[in-house]
């Protein structure tokens, strides 16, 4: 039922759109559609599912044993080791498409293939017709998403009475990883432990050269998949009392961070959620040292749309879900970020996230 509805909706979008076809391959969007998601395999499997007539599902013989059938929503194609793919999927979209949607996290060369068996059809990016509506989650999404988001809070208030002092950035990583997992997570999509300086770099790679010590602060950001929704989550911790910048930096960071989750109402174009937090650290003087958006949306991917960026004037809708994180960086001296995911709601911004917002004090 759920499946249909959203086939139904993205056809809809494809009738607006003009798109005859959408084929999709690897990537969340399959699962999203049918409850079957490929393998990432060299092997080509992909959905052709026309704006009307019968969807089929191009796949591997070896891989069929791992699709449940549901003759309902798509037909099963198996294609044999000496088969060619391109071509069966060529020959399904000849006639009937001119404008085709190819899922973008496809391979490159399956694309290629396609585009010289098929040079009348124009390819277009899947996201166009999926995200629109994959970004807005239902209830049971939500739902999947608070779990996920429960899961980590946990770990960010047990790691407050961990001791940080004389272990390495990449051992704290590994603890992470294993919280997560034994927390219910199926998979750790990335944990980053940043100490001192190394916390300048929003995206640093934990290390085991980095021993974190006294007066460090120590950057972490982390976050897996459950039941097959992410969470996001960053803290900051403090191997003793900061200093009065660190605090000082810090209280307009939150400041800024609670501007942008008040600012995330319902109708709000995505760029004012991104002003709201800038607008902040911009006040204080620090406007140079937050330099990136300030958040993205979030669901079973753990960065999808929509983007909290500056051109982005799409406004918010009732469920979409999406991380309000800014930061700010002195390059060479620390660095710090606050994120949590909220959702917009009919009642407003709706934070998923509930672990303590302070810089813990650790040993
Ligand atoms: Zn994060
Ligand atoms: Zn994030």
Redesign the pocket.
Same mark, same amino acid.
């Given at each position: 039922m759920r499946l249909a509805a959203r086939i139904t909706r993205v056809r809809a979008l494809m009738a607006e759109l003009g798109v005859d076809a959408l084929l999709l391959s690897v990537g969340p969007e399959l699962p999203y559609l049918t409850g079957y998601e490929a393998m990432p395999l060299e092997r080509l499997t992909m959905l052709v599912l026309p704006r009307t007539g019968d969807a089929q599902l191009v796949i591997p013989r070896l891989e069929v044993p791992r699709v449940a059938p549901r003759p309902e929503l798509f037909e099963v194609v198996p294609w044999e080791e000496t088969d060619d793919p391109i071509a069966l999927v060529a020959g399904m979209i000849r006639r009937s498409a001119r404008r085709v949607a190819i899922g973008d996290h496809t391979w490159a060369r399956f694309l290629l293939e396609l585009q010289h068996a098929v040079p009348s059809c124009t390819f277009v990016r899947g996201s166009d017709v999926v995200a629109p509506i994959r970004m807005v989650k239902d209830a049971d999404e939500i739902a999947a998403l608070t779990r996920a988001a429960h899961a980590v809070d946990a770990i960010a208030r047990e790691m407050r009475s961990v001791p940080f002092a004389g272990r390495t950035e990449l051992d704290v990583h590994r603890e992470l990883v294993d919280r997560m997992l034994e927390a219910g997570h199926e998979r750790a999509n &990335?944990a =980053?432990v940043a100490a001192g300086a190394n916390a300048a770099s929003p995206h640093h790679e934990p290390t085991a050269a980095r021993v974190i010590g006294n007066g460090d602060i120590v950057l972490c950001? &982390?976050?897996g998949t459950m039941d097959g929704y992410c969470s996001? =989550?960053?803290r900051m911790f403090h191997v003793g009392e900061p200093s009065t910048e660190v605090g000082d930096v810090y209280s307009v960071l939150a400041e800024a961070q609670e501007a942008g989750v008040r600012a995330a109402t319902v109708g709000t174009p995505c760029e004012d959620v991104d002003a709201a937090s800038r607008h902040v650290i911009a006040g204080a003087g620090f406007g140079e040292y937050f330099v990136h958006r300030v958040g993205h949306g979030i669901g079973a991917e753990?960065h999808e749309d929509p983007y909290m960026v500056a051109g982005n004037s799409s406004p918010l809708e009732v469920g979409h879900a999406f991380?309000v994180?800014p930061g700010i960086y002195f390059p060479g001296r620390f660095g710090m970020?606050l994120?949590d995911i909220v959702v917009a709601t009919a009642d407003g911004p709706l934070r998923l996230n509930d672990a303590p917002r302070d810089i813990a004090i650790v040993a």
């Open positions: &990335f =980053i950001d &982390f976050g996001d =989550i960053t753990a991380s994180e970020r994120e």
